[in-house]
């Protein structure tokens, strides 16, 4: 049986969409249980965590009534924020995420991968064993399960992130990402990289991983699930 633990979650659903060639945010896209994408990131976590925030652009919120699509779903175990212009990455949405709930433990997750873990409690990264010769993922070098370094697109072991993140403090958070200075998009693995020399990050392995963050991959979920 899983142990309820104090944490919430972020879902990131801000981005831009660019590698989706959908008139809608790739995060209001149907998955063959007819769920819409990010409602189905939540479902294996939502009986871990106490509240969800799922992060949004204003002008999605404005044309899809995000908030009325995630509340029917969870009820008031779910808010979702709304930021009103496009970040420069998933690292900064989390952080303004971060910085309107105050300091609590997180889980930050992306809305477009799928697994099942039992979380735990403080700093850890969500992976899983894959093929070193995909350059388009984030790989985890770790020892006796600890993480020693995250490197975006480049096979370092044949471990990779799968989009789930634990941070016990989202003051820490914040100010990890504030020593974080990188041109152009800022990944969540650049502030777990800045935080490594103070702060211990466990590796959690998951079951059930499905990744769907580009039009190919969702485009096979779908048609294998048909």
Not at 46 to 65: F, G, L, R, S, T
């Amino acid at each position: 049986r899983q142990i309820k633990i104090t944490m919430d979650m972020i879902l990131l659903a801000a981005g831009a969409s660019t590698r989706f060639n959908s008139s809608k945010p790739k995060f209001l896209l149907p998955m063959p249980n007819n769920r819409l994408m990010f409602i189905d990131a939540i479902y294996p976590f939502i009986d871990q965590i106490d509240h969800v925030y799922v992060v949004v652009q204003q002008a999605h919120e404005d044309q899809y009534q995000v908030s009325d699509i995630a509340k029917a779903e969870f009820g008031d175990k779910i808010s979702v924020i709304c930021l009103p212009y496009i970040t420069k990455g998933p690292a900064e949405s989390a952080k303004l995420a971060c910085e309107q709930i105050g300091d609590r433990a997180v889980f930050i997750k992306d809305c477009d991968s799928f697994f099942t873990a039992s979380l735990p409690y403080g700093n850890f990264v969500c992976t899983t064993a894959w093929n070193k010769e995909d350059t388009s993922k984030s790989y985890v070098k770790d020892y006796n399960g600890l993480v020693e370094y995250v490197a975006e697109k480049e096979p370092i072991s044949s471990n990779i992130c799968v989009g789930g993140y634990g941070f016990a403090s989202t003051r820490r958070y914040i100010d990890a990402y504030n020593t974080v200075a990188v041109n152009g998009e800022i990944y969540v693995s650049a502030v777990i990289n800045a935080m490594l020399d103070k702060s211990d990050f466990s590796v959690v392995s998951v079951g059930k991983y499905v990744d769907v963050g580009v039009q190919e991959r969702y485009d096979s979920v779908i048609s294998n699930n048909g």
